[in-house]
């Protein structure tokens, strides 16, 4: 069954601090990986796109590795801010007879404190 | 601004009552999809439509409806809403229909949180 899971559920961290987000998938044939914010009460923003021969995206604080042979990916984010305190989904494409089909991780709540 | 829009943003309902969720997007985009979400649970794909007069259901269609006589426009009905269709809908849009080799950017909208009473 075509599943991403993602680590921790939840993660608190000092404003300044880095922290890192844990994402593993099961999805195959696999075609890309994305990674969005997702602000309370909003909708997902991408962040980060990466094909199977990618293995790092960066969008600013955010960077994103891929190790397609171990079905992992990380979302590290460097001196957090307050506004970085949201949920972020992972989403792994799959393909489905010729187009591709969207799994959804649950998220990982981050709350950066003051 | 390029955006989805989405009305209403709240809307609270009784079971029955037939209501219908309006989703636009102003970036010519092909594909357009519908999700909920859930506490505990991903995005669930409801009904996505490649095109228009072209849509096809996702993984949870069962008490939903969609239409898809525009290009910018991407209607969500509920024909006669239950209590178990309580959460928060999104509509999302992208350029081309997510073709297998697309890293097209999804864009979602703001959100639609229902309550079925």
């Known amino acids: 069954k075509n599943q991403v899971e993602q680590s921790p559920q939840s993660l608190i961290i000092l404003e300044g601090k880095n922290c890192t987000l844990q994402?593993?998938?099961?999805?195959?044939?696999?075609?890309?990986l994305r990674w969005y914010k997702q602000d309370t009460g909003r909708g997902p923003v991408s962040l980060t796109i990466m094909t199977f021969s990618e293995n790092t995206k960066s969008n600013g604080r955010y960077t994103a590795t891929l190790d397609a042979d171990t079905k992992q990916s990380s979302l590290h984010i460097t001196a957090s801010q307050l506004s970085d305190s949201a949920s972020y989904i992972c989403?792994?494409?799959?393909?489905?007879?010729?187009?591709?089909?969207?799994?959804f991780g649950t998220g990982t709540r981050l709350l950066v404190s003051p | 601004e390029a955006q989805v829009t989405q009305n209403p943003r709240y809307l609270i309902t009784v079971t029955g009552k037939k209501l219908t969720v309006t989703c636009s997007q102003n970036?010519?985009?092909?594909?357009m999809s519908w999700y909920r979400q859930d506490p505990g649970l991903g995005l669930r794909q409801i009904y996505y439509?490649?095109?228009?007069?072209?849509?096809d259901k996702g993984d949870v269609p069962e008490g939903y409806k969609v239409s898809r006589k525009e290009k910018r426009n991407f209607p969500l009905i509920l024909e006669s809403p239950s209590p178990n269709q309580t959460s928060l809908y999104f509509c999302?849009?992208?350029?081309?229909?997510?073709?297998?080799?697309?890293?097209?950017?999804?864009?979602f909208g703001p959100g639609t949180r229902l309550t079925v009473l």
């Open positions: 994402c593993n998938y099961t999805v195959s044939p696999f075609s890309n």
């Open positions: 970036m010519n985009h092909e594909y």
């Open positions: 999302a849009s992208s350029l081309f229909g997510l073709a297998t080799t697309s890293t097209d950017t999804q864009y």
């Open positions: 439509s490649m095109n228009v007069e072209v849509t």
């Open positions: 989403v792994v494409s799959g393909e489905n007879t010729g187009f591709q089909k969207l799994v």
